[in-house]
């Protein structure tokens, strides 16, 4: 596997359910993000690792629970997700130093998600 | 807050011919990095090209070339000689260069423009 591996690719799930996404990436990167991705909106970014640090976007709700175990795999765990969560969920890496590096973000194919 | 704006939701293009996606960005930051990113309908988002704040010259990868005005900031996308696989949604964002923490290399995101190209 290269790159930035996502799974699963689809997702349907009930309101009650609780699922895991999982992001793996090959890249030898140290910062992981979640976005989320809706119709005719903008990207927007819901977690950040990096070095063992992690920045949320505040108005994520609580119902979306991040995980990084180590630098290389990410999962957002959903528990109680409402139809509006609904979205294509895309995973990012990219190396994040302090040095003033470009650093891209690689993104991985998502998951679609659908609550029902 | 830094905001990008892509005023063109959809655009089109004959194949061969060339086509500019326009792009403006506001932010009080002087040093920062903008990027244009493909997404294919297989839903991969795609680095197309970079574009570093401090240099002057606009950045070119192969038939992609961007025109950056950082005084009226402004950052558009040309792609020359149009094909069949450059039909996507395209994203532009912005970055900051500074380094301040974890949450410093977030992208900000515009709404993208759906590029479709015509036989």
């Known amino acids: 596997e290269t790159g930035v591996t996502q799974t699963p690719r689809h997702l349907v799930m009930g309101m009650t359910n609780k699922k895991s996404l999982k992001c793996e990436q090959h890249?030898?990167?140290?910062?992981m993000y979640w976005y989320k991705q809706s119709a005719k909106k903008p990207l927007e970014l819901m977690f950040v690792?990096?070095?063992?640090?992690?920045?949320e976007n505040n108005s994520v709700p609580s119902r979306f629970s991040p995980e990084c175990p180590n630098s290389s795999h990410l999962f957002l765990h959903l528990h109680t997700l409402q139809p509006e969560d609904s979205a294509l969920y895309l995973c990012?890496?990219?190396?994040?130093?302090?040095?003033?590096?470009?650093?891209?973000?690689?993104f991985g194919p998502g998951t679609r998600l659908t609550v029902t | 807050a830094q905001t990008v704006t892509q005023s063109q939701p959809e655009m089109s293009v004959q194949e061969a011919e060339t086509v500019t996606l326009s792009c403006t960005y506001d932010?009080?930051?002087?040093?920062?990095?903008l990027f244009w990113y493909k997404q294919p309908p297989s839903r991969q988002m795609i680095l197309v090209i970079r574009?570093?704040?401090?240099?002057?010259q606009n950045a070119t990868e192969n038939r992609f070339s961007v025109n950056f005005q950082k005084a009226a900031k402004s950052f558009s996308l040309k792609i020359s000689d149009s094909q069949l696989g450059d039909a996507a949604m395209y994203f532009c964002?912005?970055?900051?260069?500074?380094?301040?923490?974890?949450?410093?290399?977030?992208?900000?995101f515009g709404k993208g423009t759906k590029l479709s190209v015509i036989p």
């Open positions: 964002a912005y970055r900051k260069r500074t380094y301040s923490g974890a949450g410093s290399y977030q992208l900000t």
């Open positions: 574009q570093e704040a401090y240099k002057q």
């Open positions: 890249l030898g990167h140290n910062a």
């Open positions: 690792y990096s070095l063992e640090e992690r920045v």
């Open positions: 990012a890496s990219s190396q994040g130093t302090a040095l003033r590096g470009p650093y891209e973000q690689y």
């Open positions: 932010t009080s930051e002087s040093d920062y990095y």
